[in-house]
């Protein structure tokens, strides 16, 4: 089979995945889930996340027990687990079954709980960056604003003078001016897949063009992610999920987890989609940036560097020049408008329903898992907006 073959095989079998496990999604409505649900508070297990109810915390548990009747009856497509926290208690936990997929490969109708591990897909690259703010506050890395030429000299052939002009600070909020185009999930010649097929994926996005002088213009890339994972084992000598594993996971309490590596190169995480995480884990990591980056008497990442991060650093796209849209360290901010409150609220994303909502001004931390990759389908986005934000009893007023 010739090279190219190879590549392109290799480049779209993720993609076939994918549309297997949305055929598979598709069926999930011919299993019959009951939409009887009563609202219980959730267990208080000894993983340092403490509960309460939600009724003790400002909430309309009507409109929550609705809108977990609306995810049981399908109306929110494969919806795997919702969390939701207020005052650094967790207040609201369930987990529904439903088709899910494994780093695109499907594996049927999963019976998902507590317990489970389930892709953060891209997820992963919010947590890249707390490793950089990290090796920062540790001294491994001097600035976000440091050249990373110096981290990559193995590839100085593909520095020309401009190149060498990106800095950290640009990987962290998509702004290296480096051409990937990751738009579009059902072309092969995406660059995500074509990264995932290579057999060196740093060479593989360092050796693309620049289209733009860098720190000018957003472009959502996972290749910027990739480099910033590379730039963990370059300045701290530990790849980035072990570098995690000791500095971030250990003191948030998190001791089951997988981060997958690249399929062709096995000596790097998947720095922009690899890692699997507990629903309550993704819980702790949210709570950490809500409360400045400290768990317990453990300052973890520095204050100012979760302030930068949950903030907007640059402008993305936005339909309305009225409601801007920014884009932090490798965390989206968007401003929510009602009647006359606004405010902004930063969120994490992975692919298919992976979601962390920051709603700092509430003290309100909602978690989302999930398999839902059809653009038309109401999906755990709207859910927060249409049904969790009305349900906050500071909000009604807003709403009448």
């Avoid at 995690?244 to 790097?268: C, E, Q, T, V």
Wanted: glycine share 6%; charged share 20%; net charge positive.
């Amino acid at each position: 089979m010739k090279a190219n073959n190879r590549l392109a095989i290799k480049a779209i079998a993720p993609f076939l995945s994918i549309v297997l496990a949305s055929s598979l999604l598709i069926s999930c409505h011919s299993h019959y889930r009951s939409t009887a649900y009563s609202y219980v508070k959730p267990k208080q297990l000894s993983d340092g996340l403490p509960v309460d109810a939600m009724y003790n915390n400002g909430m309309d548990t009507g409109k929550i027990v609705a809108l977990t009747k609306l995810i049981l009856a399908n109306k929110y497509p494969n919806i795997h687990s919702m969390l939701i926290l207020r005052h650094g208690k967790l207040i609201y936990e369930n987990y529904f079954a439903g088709e899910d997929v494994d780093d695109a490969t499907p594996v049927g109708y999963v019976n998902h709980a507590i317990d489970d591990l389930h892709d953060c897909r891209s997820i992963s690259k919010s947590f890249t960056s707390a490793c950089i703010g990290i090796a920062i506050k540790q001294g491994f890395i001097k600035s976000i604003d440091e050249p990373i030429f110096p981290y990559f000299r193995e590839y100085a052939k593909y520095f020309d003078a401009a190149k060498r002009k990106i800095t950290i600070r640009n990987l962290l909020t998509m702004t290296s001016g480096l051409q990937f185009d990751e738009t579009d999930y059902s072309d092969a010649k995406n660059s995500y897949f074509q990264m995932r097929a290579s057999d060196d994926p740093i060479k593989y996005v360092l050796s693309c063009k620049l289209t733009s002088t860098p720190g000018t213009v957003w472009n959502y890339s996972s290749g910027n992610t990739q480099l910033l994972g590379e730039i963990i084992w370059k300045a701290t000598g530990e790849r980035l999920d072990k570098y995690a594993g000791r500095n971030l996971f250990a003191p948030l309490g998190i001791s089951k987890y997988d981060w997958r590596h690249m399929p062709y190169n096995n000596n790097l995480p998947a720095a922009a989609w690899g890692l699997r995480l507990r629903s309550r884990d993704l819980a702790k990591f949210g709570l950490l940036y809500m409360n400045n980056g400290k768990w317990g008497d453990t300052q973890i990442l520095d204050s100012t560097w979760v302030k930068q991060s949950l903030s907007a650093q640059v402008p993305r796209p936005s339909e309305s020049p009225n409601i801007p849209r920014g884009y932090g360290f490798q965390f989206f901010t968007d401003l929510l408008i009602q009647h006359q409150y606004k405010t902004d609220i930063p969120w994490a994303t992975g692919y298919g329903g992976q979601l962390i909502f920051f709603w700092g001004s509430m003290d309100i931390l909602v978690v989302f898992t999930g398999w839902n990759d059809n653009p038309n389908v109401p999906n755990a986005i709207v859910a927060f907006y249409i049904n969790i934000v009305p349900s906050v009893k500071e909000m009604q007023p807003y709403f009448k």
